[in-house]
């Protein structure tokens, strides 16, 4: 064995007076490469991209709510205590929603307006968002009551913290006998989660707040579940729903946000198919440079073979050639995408609109595993396009061969 690898090392690296191998096989090595830093980077921007919605989206939302199809419902400490059994459940949070305006002098802006408990949205849902003036503060005990705001839209609010607000609350036709209710709020704090339409279409009050608005606080909207992973969401939804009375209806992070996964899954097989034929290139290339070897090293094999080398020996030393070749092409190209991966992620080269894709640089996770398969797709490749040259050149007649030498 050790003998083979020393004639692959002859083969595709000793200087000698013709350099038409090492010419080859640097343009089999730089095809290669092209081909592995295609594949990474384009599966580490799909992977970038999912892991950012992912992050995004059970940052600022629930990973389950459970709602009801009767409408609001009531609380109910037994069914809520009976959740929290789940060893999958973290925190289970009552959660009112309203859709509401609000107005500050002559600006008005439509928000939902969604009512937890402080000490619930600090748990769940406030470590996603970024405090760009004042912070979070319910004011739970005062009179009248903090609004959490969103940036998009305290801007077109032309809000600041500290600033008083009022929410505006219209059931039907507003006429004298159903008159607009109004109710101040004090922005103490202002945030972002980095995607600008929720930035401007979401605030948050206090749980109580909603008891002033419905004059009772009996009802609410339904629960916000947090799950020790969001990944469990599916498995745990159905779970819920075995266990549940009928009319509660469990719905994942993932099922409120079906719409931008469907299209990142549309975006994945047209892609991979495209850089997978980039890749399959680079396979053919490795079969053209075998061929080219296999053609210009016939004389050196012929006299291998008429010294005693067995034809299976002679098939080795070509498919370690083309296995050394595509170690060094995979090698080198992972090293390229994840130089890439770093630069682009620190130094943001290619810049998003964050309006559009909710970041504001193209992401690229290349994992692990992403590499891993293409390392063994690369040599599983490898392997059966060096075969067929391997063969060949063990088949090669030493007497055909010499006969002129």
Not at 165 to 193: C, D, H, M, Q, W
Request: net charge negative; charged share 20%; with cysteine.
């Amino acid at each position: 064995m050790r003998f083979l690898f020393y004639l692959s090392e002859r083969t595709l690296f000793h200087q000698r007076s013709d350099q038409f191998v090492p010419f080859i096989r640097m343009l089999a090595v730089i095809g290669l490469i092209i081909g592995t830093v295609a594949m990474s980077v384009t599966l580490g921007i799909l992977h970038g991209f999912e892991n950012n919605l992912v992050e995004k989206i059970t940052g600022f939302e629930a990973h389950i709510r459970l709602e009801s199809f009767r409408g609001d419902i009531r609380y109910e400490e037994d069914y809520v205590s009976g959740l929290r059994e789940y060893p999958e459940i973290t925190a289970v949070s009552p959660y009112v929603t309203f859709e509401t305006m609000i107005r500050k002098g002559e600006d008005t802006e439509g928000v939902i307006l969604e009512c937890l408990r402080e000490a619930d949205f600090r748990n769940m849902l406030y470590r996603s968002k970024k405090d760009i003036e004042g912070t979070l503060d319910f004011r739970e005990d005062r009179e009248v009551k903090g609004i959490y705001l969103g940036l998009g839209a305290a801007e077109y609010l032309n809000a600041a913290a500290g600033d008083t607000v009022t929410a505006l609350f219209i059931e039907g036709i507003p006429s004298p006998l159903n008159p607009i209710r109004k109710y101040p709020l004090v922005v103490t704090g202002i945030f972002s989660t980095g995607m600008k339409e929720f930035d401007a279409n979401y605030a948050y009050a206090p749980l109580s707040f909603a008891a002033d608005v419905q004059e009772s606080g009996e009802t609410i909207s339904g629960y916000q579940l947090l799950l020790t992973d969001p990944l469990l969401a599916e498995t745990v939804s159905e779970r819920i729903d075995e266990d549940s009375p009928y009319h509660y209806l469990p719905i994942t992070w993932k099922e409120r946000n079906l719409l931008l996964f469907k299209w990142l899954q549309t975006q994945k097989a047209p892609i991979i198919l495209t850089f997978g034929i980039i890749a399959l290139v680079a396979m053919v290339n490795i079969i053209s440079t075998l061929v080219m070897i296999v053609l210009v090293k016939e004389q050196d094999t012929a006299i291998l073979k008429s010294m005693g080398m067995k034809p299976e020996a002679i098939r080795k030393k070509f498919m370690f050639d083309g296995l050394t070749i595509t170690a060094m092409g995979l090698g080198a190209g992972i090293l390229v995408a994840k130089l890439l991966e770093w630069g682009q992620m620190k130094y943001a080269w290619i810049k998003l609109s964050s309006d559009v894709y909710f970041i504001d640089r193209l992401p690229i996770d290349i994992s692990w595993g992403v590499i891993l398969i293409i390392v063994l797709v690369g040599f599983f490749l490898s392997l059966t396009a060096t075969f067929f040259p391997a063969r060949n050149a063990s088949r090669i007649k030493p007497v055909e061969v010499l006969r002129y030498e």
